[in-house]
């Protein structure tokens, strides 16, 4: 099925902790984020657009023009493991203005929840 949550040149997920299974933010500030996670099959296009779904919240970040900058293989904690887990760094392109400020929200909440 391809990347998972990659259909067409957007990508969808509902943030989760660090911890958790699916997508998680890695590290995110105005300028890009890290995305990691154990389904990735596909490279990418290089451009595309980002939803962010905070479930709890009833957030949703639509149509976030994203650039991929970087692929890294993560290696699993034990060596037993056969999951395959990548990190995608993807930078924001522009902007408009309420992107932005939700954006801002996003990151805000984002540090106060890996505190």
Not at 3 to 24: C, E, M, S, T
Not at 72 to 82: E, V
Not at 87 to 96: A, K, R, Y
């Amino acid at each position: 099925m391809g990347i998972g949550p990659l259909v067409g040149n957007k990508i969808n997920f509902q943030a989760v902790n660090r911890d958790g299974p699916g997508i998680a933010v890695r590290n995110i500030s105005k300028g890009g984020l890290k995305l990691q996670s154990v389904v990735f099959d596909d490279v990418p296009p290089q451009d595309m657009a980002l939803d962010i779904f905070l479930k709890n919240e009833n957030f949703y970040l639509q149509d976030i023009p994203v650039r991929l900058v970087s692929i890294a293989n993560n290696h699993p904690k034990t060596p037993f493991s056969s999951l395959r887990v990548k990190c995608l760094g993807l930078q924001f392109g522009e902007l408009n203005q309420q992107q932005k400020t939700r954006l801002d929200y996003f990151i805000t909440r984002s540090a106060v929840a890996g505190a």
